[in-house]
């Protein structure tokens, strides 16, 4: 049986309430003294959490995989990511803050330079200012599709989004990106007929766009990837019978947590507002996503010394989040982002997880290599929410 | 492959003995002074056996997901337990030793009152005594149905048995019990058109038993709860081609015993009666299934003190059978009952394996946290089998 369907039938409602701390990117390697950053971080109450919870070290979504930020966190919240893709398209759109709905089809635009024959000569039109993508995605607003309301939106330099929105559109679009140069963009393709209608109706903004800018001196054309709809992914709200709250200061975080049937709380820009934020709507749902988005920042900046900082900054938020009595915790990431690497990898997460109901272990630190003997042993990120259920006292028996 | 098919393909015939030791609901958590029941135990032969042994720890079915006795004890004997569900009519005739048969629908009932509209006033029926529920079955025996075989069976105060024999009952049907009161009984209704003749015959049944209980002044209707079939199950003797024996002394581990192919063996109301029962059939059996009850009815009464006692009682118990030299023993539970909980749990087993192949670890303490750092790491209850017929020398090579 699916795990979805599992929780579905078990779940009832409670008074138990749940918090999920996400540390963006927080496993880490190795740094100038043998530690990580979570290791080299002066973490007291990180520490006194853990010696107090049962610990452990988790894969987000395979042994090897390095998950980008939807299945990592689409993971987190008790989806297989394997089995619920988010197109690239949907998430740039998340991260505009762009409410997508059910029928919108959204897609990831990058400007490009082409030459007279239409062929790419530059697949990021010199990586123009953010200004100057503003000026030509206020030029694109004129394209009118039949029976279509269109959207585009700037993200940053030469990337933008283009939503469509109405009730026929379909997915299983091609990308138009030839991924080189010296050949010309491709036409968007439909792999399911279904879809054909729709590949047609971007395609005829393709070509009033290219027109519309071929005088431009860099921007002249653009490509278009990852063009889909939001999955028809069932929302949390309904499988674990829950009010859920996000809180969370990167608007792709907020975005997610919609997707999947939270409520987003409006927050500052630092963890303390967020632990205001908090706070103030403590009683106003049962499970809270609390996102720390600047370990991974840091992390793809390699910067040991400022990540280690967060992770301390952090840690001073933690007893303010503790004095609220919440019933369950559980401190993660959705990856890690080693400094050393300078990227997202594939590297498990240390977790704790504390409720009234655990079997402490022996592990009185929080970090990669004290957690590799916690009680928990190595466990996956969509076994959270399914542990964290049972130690708030949401979860029936199953079977007889 | 599916782990059954696996098993079938590669087990073969042998010498070695095997033993299954279940401790009922034998996980739990910490208690007065920070151990748990078993850790709190004085168990000088489980840890003598678990310093010659590999320990860990097993999740019954998956992780946060609390099971009834029947997933816990279909996982323990190799099956997944999200695939094989026994239904709770087929569980309560098999915890009154009733001997279900291929063909036969089981139904849980529990007597209800009804007011004059037919409407429930008590789902229990003032949880009438036993006596008096024996007196209403003696009455319902009387009703016959056409081309079927009824058997009506009291169980204990307001709950009874009804079980129907017949070539052509099919099951995919729906509860009569409305989980209400103020609203009449459902009808049975199939979920499939095969069951449909099925449905309207246990609707016959349930409108004579109604008739013939209408001037009682409490039980003067009925609910029928998981109305099933035996799953069919492949049998444990075919699939691993050994002769198996059960030794429980409460009826329901007996009926699933029988269910997945054991011989059930007459024993007492002791561990020491189980004991003398398994030295008599010794050499009768390949693989003896022994099951320890009270450690569960104690966990969920709350008793630390009584649940402590049982598992030294068994401790006691232990050398005895070590003595009949078995080759492999595995010693585990069917699911946790921690005394603070008062109920099943989702909490991992300890679990120890010992033959003369394993590779004993580090573990000297048979005790959740010891367990933690056990050899055989994390592993699911489905594994058991697998592992113990290995130890035993009775799985094949898989491929060349």
Same mark, same amino acid.
């Given at each position: 049986m699916d795990q979805l369907t599992l929780m579905r039938d078990l779940s009832v409602p409670g008074k138990s309430k749940m918090v999920l701390v996400v540390m963006d990117g927080v496993g880490g390697l190795p740094g100038p003294d043998g530690l990580t950053e979570l290791e080299a971080a002066h973490t007291p109450n990180l520490d006194a959490l853990a010696a107090r919870s049962i610990t452990g070290l988790s894969t987000p979504v395979r042994p090897g995989i390095t998950p980008g930020s939807g299945p990592g966190h689409i993971g987190l919240f008790g989806y297989e990511p394997t089995e619920w893709e988010i197109g690239r398209g949907v998430l740039e759109a998340l991260g505009i803050d762009f409410d997508l709905g059910p029928n919108d089809i959204a897609a990831r635009g990058n400007f490009a330079t082409v030459d007279e024959a239409g062929n790419i000569l530059d697949r990021r039109a010199g990586r123009i200012p953010t200004e100057e993508g503003e000026r030509l995605v206020e030029r694109l607003r004129q394209i009118a599709l039949p029976g279509v309301e269109t959207f585009v939106r700037v993200v940053k330099e030469y990337r933008f989004v283009l939503v469509l929105r109405g009730e026929k559109l379909e997915d299983g679009l091609t990308e138009?990106?030839?991924?080189?140069?010296g050949v010309p963009p491709l036409p968007v393709e439909a792999t399911?007929?279904? @879809?054909e209608e729709t590949a047609e109706l971007i395609n005829q903004w393709l070509e009033e766009a290219r027109e519309l800018l @071929?005088?431009?001196?860099? @921007?002249?054309s653009m490509n278009l990837r !990852?063009? @889909?709809?939001?999955?028809?992914i069932p929302k949390m709200n309904e499988i674990y019978k829950l009010s859920l709250g996000a809180i969370a200061t990167y608007p792709m975080y907020r975005g997610i947590g919609r997707l999947v049937g939270m409520s987003v709380l409006q927050t500052g820009e630092t963890i303390e507002s967020e632990v205001e934020t908090l706070k103030q709507h403590w009683s106003d749902h049962d499970f809270f996503f609390f996102h720390v988005k600047k370990t991974d920042s840091y992390g793809e900046d390699g910067n040991f010394e400022a990540k280690v900082h967060v992770i301390e900054e952090f840690d001073s938020a933690l007893p303010a989040i503790l004095e609220l009595n919440p019933g369950v915790v559980l401190v993660s990431g959705d990856h890690s982002t080693p400094w050393s690497l300078k990227s997202h990898s594939w590297h498990e997460l240390p977790v704790m997880l504390w409720s009234d109901h655990i079997r402490p272990d022996a592990v009185t630190v929080f970090g990669e290599r004290p957690c590799m !003997? !916690? !009680?928990?042993g190595h466990i996956r990120h969509v076994d959270f929410l399914p542990l964290m259920m049972a130690h708030a006292g949401r979860l029936m028996k199953f079977g007889a």
């Open positions: 138009t990106d030839p991924q080189r140069t399911r007929p279904e @879809a @071929a005088d431009e001196p860099k @921007a002249n !990852g063009i @889909a709809k939001v999955p028809p !003997g !916690g !009680g928990l």
